[in-house]
């Protein structure tokens, strides 16, 4: 009895703390109510509060106020909400997760106007915060024909500008990830992971993934093929998102500080060694203390050492795939505002296995199909140490010359060709197999020789290496003012006379090179360009300057675009993240030329 006593004076004397402890978690009235507001069209305003999990907002609480004097606020238009039972107001209709509240504008002529928003909020812990008043400056656009026109084309409910191109996809995800419901993160991340597999940022992988799985020789089978894969892909994922959480609180994409020199050549370096080894190299020209060295690190890395296996993964995400596309840009983006890093880590760890899922398929896929010995399995050894030869040269593209880039291609092809007899006759009664070896030879062999004389001829283009030959009437290249610095950015934007577009862009980033070759030379892009002011942020250094200029618009690396007006201020909700085709490019390029005159 007494040892019952004592337990319960001392649950209870507990009690206190553990409240305190409650109100000491309570989050501060801006990230539990998070505050935005847009000029929908030059009537209507839309205020919108993400609101945390835990937390509600109640509907009569609400003021709004407008300046200058001259700006008319109309009746509100709230959703409808649920309703709550207070202790001590009774029933009330309050807001969770997120409100979207439109007011209509009498504007009178202005163009701009200052919101004020006057709210108030409690804690499921009841705990009420006092009201909160919060403000916003919007640009109010203007009810010019051009851009209602384009207006009209997008949904009833995302006739802004965030909501009608793709240049505000990095906003949508955020959006999902404030919704707090941890299956749509999961499903929507992995889904957007998925489709990142194909892009120019992650097909390196799959090579590089089938060279570890190939390197495994005699012992592989469809289940350690399986094994390995996984290995590699959380290797990828677990680095993904560690990556993506530092970079979210700093500020900086940290894999922009592997780019250089010597981290690619040296990454280059080991996937040269690797081909060598495939093409049984070591064994023919080196020492035989040294082949047993080199022979031993090549089966680690081939899949022998789970480590190893889980280290290249992990490698292979820092720096081969460095591009920020709309999803990543989305977490960062939410976790740099809320700080909640759990919810936006599961993301970047869903997105990271959606990417992963094709490679394990590819994986398993080999690890069933490739042959176990005899001359089946040297040739596809040599195969994938062409590969991985490929691998190497698009690793340190972002640091050497166009012309070297299309030299090495041709040194490969060629040696492929020859490889696979293009010189050499075919012999009586040879099988299909040879035939088809000698054809693709021949091929290789000319695209080869494409490279190299396209380099020669100085087309710096590896994909059409011939263009500069048989171009009949080449387009003036597009003139970038380059901008080093914020100071450098305020000065031309404050001189500028027309809709200015601002790219960051670096060396080492594939879907900028994408952007350059696909979109903006497509001729009414390149047209439609041409009547812009067009400035480019080279953020290739990633020295404190770039920093600071990817700071200020709140982008975590390249490839981002940031459109203004004809007097220099940013266009609210238009960016464009990560690649874009011509016809969407298109789309953006239109509003901004109604939303910048």
């Known amino acids: 009895m007494h040892r019952l006593l004592l337990t319960l004076l001392l649950l209870l004397a507990a009690l206190p703390p553990a409240c305190a402890a409650g109100a000491d978690d309570l989050l501060e009235p801006d990230k539990a109510f998070r505050f935005s507001a847009r000029a929908l069209d030059a009537r209507t305003v839309e205020v919108r509060y993400g609101i945390a999990d835990g937390y509600y907002l109640y509907r009569d609480r609400f003021r709004f106020a407008a300046e200058p004097a001259s700006v008319a606020l109309g009746q509100p238009q709230f959703p409808k909400g649920q309703i709550h039972e207070d202790k001590f107001f009774g029933k009330q209709e309050t807001y969770r997760k997120e409100v979207r509240i439109r007011l209509p504008v009498e504007a009178a002529g202005a163009e701009r106007l200052k919101l004020q928003v006057t709210s108030q909020g409690c804690a499921d812990l009841g705990v009420c915060y006092v009201p909160q008043v919060q403000s916003a400056d919007l640009r109010l656009a203007s009810l010019g024909g051009s851009r209602s026109s384009i207006l009209r084309e997008s949904e009833p409910f995302a006739s802004s500008p965030e909501r009608v191109t793709a240049a505000s996809d990095d906003v949508r995800f955020a959006g999902v990830l404030e919704s707090g419901r941890l299956w749509l993160v999961i499903a929507v991340f992995f889904g957007a992971g998925l489709l990142l597999t194909f892009t120019p940022c992650v097909l390196p992988m799959i090579p590089i993934l089938s060279g570890i799985i190939v390197g495994e020789g005699r012992k592989v089978t469809r289940r350690r093929a399986a094994l390995v894969s996984l290995a590699y892909v959380l290797g990828m994922a677990v680095t993904y998102t560690a990556i993506g959480i530092a970079a979210a609180f700093s500020g900086n994409l940290?894999?922009?500080?592997?780019?250089?020199?010597?981290?690619?050549?040296?990454?280059?370096?080991?996937?040269?060694?690797?081909?060598?080894?495939?093409?049984?190299?070591?064994?023919?020209?080196?020492?035989?203390?040294?082949?047993?060295?080199?022979?031993?690190?090549?089966?680690?890395?081939?899949?022998?050492?789970?480590?190893?296996?889980?280290?290249?993964?992990?490698?292979?995400?820092?720096?081969?795939s460095p591009c920020v596309a709309a999803p990543l840009a989305g977490a960062l983006l939410y976790i740099g505002q809320t700080r909640d890093a759990l919810l936006g880590g599961t993301a970047l760890f869903s997105m990271a296995i959606g990417m992963g899922v094709p490679l394990v398929l590819v994986g398993v896929s080999e690890g069933a199909l490739l042959p176990r010995s005899g001359p089946w399995m040297h040739a596809v050894r040599q195969f994938f140490g062409v590969l991985l030869l490929a691998v190497a040269i698009w690793i340190v593209t972002p640091v050497i010359p166009a012309a070297v880039q299309m030299l090495l291609w041709a040194g490969v092809l060629v040696g492929s060709g020859v490889f696979l007899g293009a010189l050499e006759p075919i012999p009586q009664g040879a099988s299909g197999w040879r035939r088809l070896s000698k054809a693709v030879g021949v091929l290789a062999l000319l695209a080869g020789a494409a490279q190299g004389v396209g380099a020669l001829s100085g087309a710096r283009d590896p994909v059409r290496p011939l263009a500069g030959l048989f171009a009949q009437s080449p387009e003036a290249p597009l003139r970038f003012e380059t901008v080093k610095t914020l100071a450098d950015l305020d000065a031309r934007l404050k001189t500028a006379d027309k809709a200015v577009m601002l790219d960051f862009y670096a060396d080492?980033?594939?879907?900028?090179?994408?952007?350059?070759?696909?979109?903006?030379?497509?001729?009414?892009?390149?047209?439609?360009?041409?009547?812009?002011?067009?400035?480019?942020?080279?953020?290739?250094?990633?020295?404190?300057?770039?920093?600071?200029?990817l700071k200020r618009y709140r982008l975590f690396g390249p490839p981002g675009i940031v459109f203004f007006d004809a007097g220099g201020r940013e266009i609210e909700g238009l960016r464009v993240i990560g690649y874009q085709s011509p016809e969407k490019f298109i789309r953006s390029l239109d509003l901004a030329f109604a939303l910048g005159d």
Request: proline share 2%; aromatic share 10%; glycine share 8%.
């Open 254 to 320: 940290l894999t922009a500080a592997l780019q250089n020199t010597w981290v690619l050549g040296a990454f280059a370096a080991v996937f040269v060694g690797l081909a060598l080894s495939m093409f049984g190299f070591y064994e023919l020209r080196l020492p035989s203390s040294w082949q047993a060295r080199l022979t031993a690190a090549s089966n680690r890395l081939g899949g022998g050492d789970w480590g190893a296996v889980v280290l290249m993964g992990a490698l292979s995400a820092a720096i081969v």
């Open 508 to 549: 080492w980033c594939v879907s900028c090179k994408e952007m350059e070759r696909f979109t903006f030379s497509d001729p009414q892009v390149h047209a439609r360009l041409g009547e812009m002011t067009l400035l480019r942020a080279d953020v290739t250094a990633n020295s404190a300057e770039d920093k600071a200029l």
